[in-house]
């Protein structure tokens, strides 16, 4: 088994290869989605934000 791994043919460098484009394809998905939430999480407060002044504003016209 570890001769075909360890063979002049290059079977640990592309084992190396897709272990490392697997690790960076997580980091990479796990980057974006966070980076997803934090602008949901933002837009949501400005809008929260946005309907208190208004409301503020509609009872201090009262």
Same mark, same amino acid.
């Given at each position: 088994?570890f001769k075909?791994?360890? %063979?002049?043919?290059?079977?640990?460098?592309?084992? /190396?290869?897709?272990?490392?484009?697997?690790?960076?394809?997580?980091?990479?998905? #796990?980057?974006?989605? #966070? !980076?997803? !939430?934090?602008?949901?999480? %933002?837009?949501?407060?400005? /809008? %929260?934000?946005? /309907?208190?002044? %208004?409301?503020?504003?509609?009872?201090?016209?009262?």
């Open positions: 088994m075909i791994v360890r %063979n002049e043919s290059g079977g640990t460098f592309m084992l /190396a290869i897709m272990l490392l484009f697997i690790t960076t394809s997580f980091i990479t998905f #796990y980057c974006l989605s #966070y !980076q997803s !939430q934090k602008l949901v999480y %933002n837009s949501l407060e400005f /809008a %929260n934000v946005r /309907a208190t002044i %208004n409301l503020l504003k509609e009872i201090g016209s009262k």
